[in-house]
């Protein structure tokens, strides 16, 4: 009989990489605290030990704020642009998270301390499912917004196909979209604001980004099953894995 079948997993190291944004970086740090009180519980024997990677200049942003124990920071090199501005230049910024993290990310790993288990990524950072593939180790794709979100992402081959890609919101926006499996009828005014801009680029980045969430093991959505049962339900069904509802990820949570 194979013994790694058989032998429980009494310890295990999570390298957890957010997108450099501040709405991303909060959802991914809450889930691992979350994460942990759950490793810590009674009820469970095992050792977690999370690696969680920023910037060098994100570190300056958080390293002093509390966390658990065995959440240490793992830091890249400052390979973006700087968070204090990069407004003035989403395009740009965006580009860079796509094509500058993956290389450091890939040293990194190679001086972590401990063999990496499992890689628990924003579902932005893209090269992370291929990273993670390349090497054998499982990725979690972390989506941090609701699910509904996710699938008018993941969908908008449906916006394509009946007419409503790319629209004009002025003229358009109370146009009904009933197609998305399992979300209610919505105007197209009601899509995430980023279908509304002119300039399509940061969306093309963003479609890219989701389309590769295919190539990862597991789905994590920052959602309540209760609250979106049916879009959930839609989406484990397109899904060859694993697909959990890990919400709401919020720091009031915490005790």
């Not at 509304?196 to 980045?205: A, I, P, S």
């Amino acid at each position: 009989m194979d013994s790694a079948r058989t032998t429980p997993i009494t310890s295990l190291h999570a390298v957890a990489v957010p997108y450099p944004g501040r709405g991303h970086v909060n959802v991914m740090m809450n889930f691992c605290k979350i994460l942990s009180a759950a490793a810590a519980s009674p009820h469970h024997k095992l050792k977690l030990l999370i690696s969680f990677v920023i910037t060098e200049e994100w570190l300056g942003f958080i390293g002093s704020e509390e966390k658990p124990p065995n959440v240490s920071f793992a830091t890249i090199p400052n390979v973006l642009p700087s968070e204090l501005g990069r407004a003035a230049d989403m395009i740009s910024f965006v580009g860079a998270t796509h094509t500058k993290m993956e290389e450091p990310f890939e040293r990194l790993l190679d001086r972590l301390p401990l063999p990496v288990n499992i890689i628990i990524s924003d579902s932005f950072l893209n090269w992370a499912v291929e990273v993670g593939n390349r090497r054998n180790i499982p990725v979690a794709s972390l989506w941090p917004m609701p699910a509904s979100v996710f699938s008018i992402f993941y969908h908008t081959d449906l916006l394509v196909q009946n007419g409503h890609f790319a629209f004009d919101l002025s003229e358009r926006g109370e146009e009904r979209v009933d197609y998305f499996p399992g979300i209610s009828s919505i105007c197209l005014a009601d899509l995430p604001s980023i279908f509304h801009l002119k300039d399509q680029r940061l969306l093309h980045l963003a479609l890219r980004a989701v389309s590769d969430v295919s190539k990862a093991k597991y789905l994590l959505f920052n959602s309540i099953f209760e609250l979106e049962p049916q879009v959930i339900n839609a989406l484990k069904q397109e899904f060859s894995y694993p697909v959990y509802s890990v919400g709401p990820v919020v720091s009031f949570l915490q005790s």
